[in-house]
């Protein structure tokens, strides 16, 4: 229901995907915390103090939201953060080392991402963060239940893949066992 925040780093696309949600069902409350606790938290969660330290965990999100003026949009800056980390990682991959893996897998999602950004109201974007926006609407689909096309699933793919490569090499950049210059 909430992520454990120890665990960003093990699956970094994972958490900011979930953080994405997360936002959204906030703002489905209109980030009034006793409206999404006696309608969300409370039904779920049977335990009182893995409801009170949820309900925490809730309270600090809305407050994020609000004190960076994002309630209708945007992410918080915690996630903005970990966006321009996975950013320059990403530029660090495609220019300087020679992982040639991750290079041919950002090529084949290139054009996908750019229809994605033509298609889209994320004009201003870069291309990692398209990614995720891409694979969210997907998620988002998933949930409403609706189909996705053939083209439609090679195009989420070829994003899933580029994401997942790219939270790989971020796992082993915050562990330390990354190293440039052996790539």
């Given at each position: 229901?909430?992520?454990?925040?120890?665990?960003?780093?093990?699956?970094?696309?994972?958490?900011?995907?979930?953080?994405?949600?997360?936002?959204?069902?906030?703002?489905?409350?209109?980030?009034?915390?006793?409206?999404?606790?006696?309608?969300?938290?409370?039904?779920?969660?049977?335990?009182?103090?893995?409801?009170?330290?949820?309900?925490?965990?809730?309270?600090?999100?809305?407050?994020?939201?609000?004190?960076?003026?994002?309630?209708r949009s945007g992410h918080i800056p915690d996630l903005n953060e970990i966006m321009v980390e996975l950013s320059y990682l990403h530029n660090t991959m495609i220019n300087?080392?020679?992982?040639?893996?991750?290079?041919?897998?950002?090529?084949?999602?290139?054009?996908?991402?750019?229809?994605?950004?033509?298609?889209?109201?994320?004009?201003?974007?870069?291309?990692?963060?398209?990614?995720?926006?891409?694979?969210?609407?997907?998620?988002?689909?998933?949930?409403?239940?609706?189909?996705?096309?053939?083209?439609?699933?090679?195009?989420?793919?070829?994003?899933?893949?580029?994401?997942?490569?790219?939270?790989?090499?971020?796992?082993?950049?915050?562990?330390?066992?990354?190293?440039?210059?052996?790539?």
């Amino acid at each position: 229901m909430i992520p454990d925040e120890s665990r960003v780093h093990e699956n970094v696309a994972e958490y900011i995907l979930l953080i994405y949600q997360l936002e959204d069902v906030v703002r489905a409350y209109d980030l009034d915390l006793e409206r999404l606790k006696a309608a969300y938290i409370d039904p779920q969660v049977a335990d009182e103090q893995e409801r009170a330290r949820i309900t925490k965990w809730y309270s600090g999100l809305i407050d994020k939201l609000k004190r960076s003026g994002l309630q209708r949009s945007g992410h918080i800056p915690d996630l903005n953060e970990i966006m321009v980390e996975l950013s320059y990682l990403h530029n660090t991959m495609i220019n300087l080392t020679g992982d040639t893996q991750y290079k041919d897998t950002f090529e084949k999602a290139v054009p996908y991402i750019e229809e994605f950004r033509e298609r889209s109201d994320l004009k201003n974007k870069n291309q990692i963060e398209l990614a995720f926006h891409a694979m969210y609407m997907k998620l988002l689909l998933r949930l409403q239940k609706k189909d996705i096309s053939t083209e439609t699933e090679e195009a989420f793919e070829a994003m899933r893949k580029l994401l997942a490569h790219l939270s790989s090499a971020y796992k082993k950049m915050k562990s330390g066992d990354l190293n440039f210059l052996s790539n």
